[in-house]
């Protein structure tokens, strides 16, 4: 790269970086050699290393075969942790829309997206870089923009005013995607054998009523072009901290999630969302659906966007395995946990160093 590299370049992110014309990785983002992602040297065996997601037809399960769709979505949470929902029911136009806002905003000039920046982990939108840009030793290639969306009409006024459709492209597509939780989640408690969407009691009531006033964060990832993907990642493994995370990822391949001991591609397909089971839906499921590690590896031609909304219950309320899926042969394995202990947890030390959700296990 021509120009020298300052500390004071690395904190304006990678989008800086990459449209400066940075032609080499500054060291600041090379990996420890076994943490690299070895997937651009290698011409991968696609059978082998790149996997398409259990597929759940969110129509279907809608209708008179939901028990058929109930069973793979269990397979897929006990194996996988991931899944894809396509024919979700929300518009198109609502993706599209937001992936193009999304992009706009990172088209932005630096001083622009700069005024979200604030080292307040519970400020209602946060721009930034890598994961924690005050902590992180090697930083990855990736800026984000958090916006936290509940209670939407509180936030709302704190999130970009530019673009200037900004606030109502991104509000729509957060109610949208709320919805769509809230279905899937149903459907995951009555896999689960705790909720029946034929008969729904008072109980099932308000287990659902805590899920719709739960929380819910929306993170827009931006991964730039990167001069030497080899060397770095957009994303280090880690779990997602909440119940579930519907993730919208464009056509760039870049997520990886770990199955059997290595680490698999997962192939893009449009206009579908990519499903997680988070480390809350874990430990409530008393370990019977995964929270599994993922990765993001980066790209040396093309720019990479997804936007991940994350659902969990009131940032104030404890999980712990359901007592109804406690019994002798299943033991409880988890702690109970809130957000305060995970907040707690993640500043005592570098966060990719370190596994929340084996914190929280019995032994
Ligand atoms: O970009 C992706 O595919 C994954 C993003 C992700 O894992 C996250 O935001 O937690
Ligand atoms: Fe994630």
């Not at 028990?67 to 897929?76: F, G, K, T």
């Not at 001083?111 to 870089?129: I, L, Q």
């Not at 056509?251 to 449009?270: D, M, S, Y």
């Not at 874990?282 to 031609?301: A, C, D, L, T």
Request: glycine share 4%; aromatic share 10%.
């Amino acid at each position: 790269m021509a120009m020298e590299i300052k500390e004071t370049d690395f904190q304006k992110g990678v989008k800086h970086l990459s449209e400066n014309g940075a032609s080499k990785l500054p060291d600041k983002y090379i990996l420890p050699v076994s943490d690299r992602p070895n997937v651009h040297k290698e011409k991968p065996d696609v059978s082998k290393s790149s996997l398409r997601l259990p597929v759940i037809d969110f129509g279907v399960l809608q209708g008179p075969n939901r028990s058929r769709v109930l069973d793979s979505l269990s397979c897929a949470c006990e194996e996988y942790g991931f899944f894809q929902v396509v024919n979700h029911g929300v518009p198109v136009e609502v993706i599209r829309r937001m992936n193009d806002v999304s992009s706009r905003f990172f088209g932005l000039p630096y001083e622009e997206r700069a005024k979200y920046m604030s080292s307040d982990m519970t400020s209602p939108v946060r721009y930034g870089t890598s994961l924690n840009q005050i902590k992180d030793s090697v930083f990855c290639w990736r800026d984000f923009l958090k916006l936290v969306c509940t209670p939407l009409s509180d936030v709302l006024p704190h999130w970009p005013s530019t673009p200037m459709d900004f606030r109502e492209v991104a509000a729509t597509y957060a109610k949208e995607t709320k919805w769509l939780f809230l279905r899937i989640t149903e459907a995951i408690l009555e896999s689960l054998g705790l909720w029946d969407a034929t008969a729904t009691t008072p109980e099932d009531d308000e287990i659902m009523k805590q899920f719709n006033e739960g929380s819910q964060l929306m993170v827009v990832n931006c991964f730039p072009p990167c001069p030497e993907p080899d060397l770095t990642l957009g994303m280090p493994p880690h779990s997602d901290y909440g119940f579930l995370t519907l993730l919208l990822q464009d056509q760039v391949r870049g997520l990886q999630i770990q199955h059997k001991g290595k680490w698999i591609t997962v192939e893009p397909n449009a206009d579908s969302f990519v499903v997680n089971v988070g480390d809350h839906l874990e430990i409530f499921s008393n370990g019977r659906y995964k929270s599994v590690q993922h990765r993001v590896f980066v790209n040396p031609e093309k720019p990479r966007l997804s936007v991940a909304s994350l659902h969990s219950l009131a940032f104030n309320s404890m999980v712990g395995p359901s007592p109804k899926l406690i019994d002798e042969r299943n033991p409880r394995r988890y702690k109970d946990t809130d957000f305060a202990t995970f907040l707690e947890y993640i500043s005592s030390c570098e966060p990719k160093k370190k596994n929340f959700l084996e914190s929280r296990k019995l032994t």
